[in-house]
């Protein structure tokens, strides 16, 4: 959770925003996620299985990612 925003993830490449005051949501398919953390300003770091870790703005898109070798 990041203020009014919930990012849950299935583990198996789905990760989804829930806007907590108005129920909308936002889904995007990545590497399996292994973690989901909140960061400053509505953003979130996702670690993906064998990939790297990509950094998540409030929409879901991607601003910034680190690859590295599995």
Not at 36 to 47: L, M, N, S
Request: net charge positive; charged share 20%.
């Amino acid at each position: 959770m990041n203020g009014d925003v919930a990012v849950l993830t299935d583990r198996a490449g789905a990760v989804t925003r829930v806007n907590l005051n108005t129920g909308q949501t936002a889904r995007v398919t990545i590497a399996p996620p292994m973690d989901v953390v909140r960061r400053p300003g509505g953003i979130f770091a996702v670690t993906e299985s064998g990939w790297g870790l990509r950094v998540l703005d409030t929409a879901l898109r991607t601003t910034a990612s680190i690859t590295g070798d599995p």
